[in-house]
């Protein structure tokens, strides 16, 4: 992507303000090849090709991409727990249980009555189609035989309802509730999540925030686990501030195939603001502002140090943004680039160069 005419503006502005700043350093005009007394000292930034200088940093805490709260959807009293914390658990697999003779007992009952009126519909049926049987009482008999079946099902339903069922496959996290307890139905017994999908939460501050947006890559580090590079992707980005801390939290997805990360654990999340990993060319350099210029041919260059003296270097800058410019071609890897100090030097200046910090 090439500059903007809004980017080249910006360019200008700043070259003002180095020729500005130049003038009230020095009260006769500079040229390129001014002559210097002595070595002027300059602040430079080595290339190291695949770094970017905007990369901002943060810890975070993982989550789980997804949390459940499992109950009971009736009410009783806990006869057994069949997991503990920690434990990994299988869609489907019975977590606990309530004790359910009595609706078995329901059950059993419902049964029955759906089984007298099924036989009362077939004999009533004959006398129907005979036209020997009132229609009110036909009517009669098909609303007993409907109410019997949703009884039926209803207390069906109560039976297995009795035990309690992962939805998803995951590690116990919490067991709330314990063997004996009365519970209600939506009373929390377990709480369950998945360690496969998981997510990290960072809290990114108002100043750095506009330079993310989903979609976005991002590196994902765990020294504790021995853990480095493992590749994320923000999933969302908050629209409100913390009232309190005034950041914003950002959700990071990442993969946990081996489930060694667990929900709670800190991370270091690395973010290229305002960057994607898929759109990030390993030979991209991101240099501060003051340091791409636009000489008079509209032409980008930046200063750079080769031996021991300043060389103007046509370089090709695609993006601005907040962190600085994106120079895409034109560098190489070890290239010393002045960052501070270029108003100073012309093409040949002898200078002292201090790398920057």
Known sequence: ????????????????????????????????????AGPVKVTVQTVDPGRLNNDVSFSGTVESAETATLSFSVP??????????????????????VRN????????????ELAEARDAYARLKKLHDANALPDIKWVEVQNKLKQAENAAEMSKRAVSDAALVAPVSG???????NVGQSVIPAEPVLELVTVNDIRINVSVPESEIGGIAEGQGAIVNFKNLGIDSLAGRVVRKSVVA??????????????????RILPGMVGDVALAAAHSADTVSSSDIMLPSQ???LGSDNRTFVWVVDGGKAARRFVKA?????????????????????????????????VTAETEK
Do not use: W
């Open 76 to 97: 009783g009293t806990i006869t057994d727990i069949y997991v503990e914390e920690g434990q990994n658990v299988s869609k489907g697999q019975v977590l606990a249980r």
């Open 318 to 350: 695609d993006e601005l943004s907040a962190g600085g410019i994106i120079v895409t071609d034109g560098l190489r890897s070890g290239d010393s680039v002045i960052v501070a100090g270029m108003q100073k030097v012309g093409t040949g200046t002898p």
């Open 242 to 259: 913390d009232p309190l801390t005034r950041a914003y939290t950002v959700k990071i997805s990442i993969q946990n195939t081996d489930g």
């Open 291 to 293: 340091a791409v210029l």
């Open 1 to 36: 992507m090439l500059l903007t005419k809004l980017d080249k503006s910006y360019l200008y502005i700043v070259n003002a303000i180095v020729i500005s700043a130049a003038a009230l350093t020095t009260s006769c005009s500079h040229s390129e090849k001014a002559e210097i």
């Open 171 to 177: 590690v116990v996290s919490r067991k709330i509730a």
């Open 101 to 112: 003779s009595n609706y078995v007992n329901a059950r059993n009952i419902a049964e029955a």
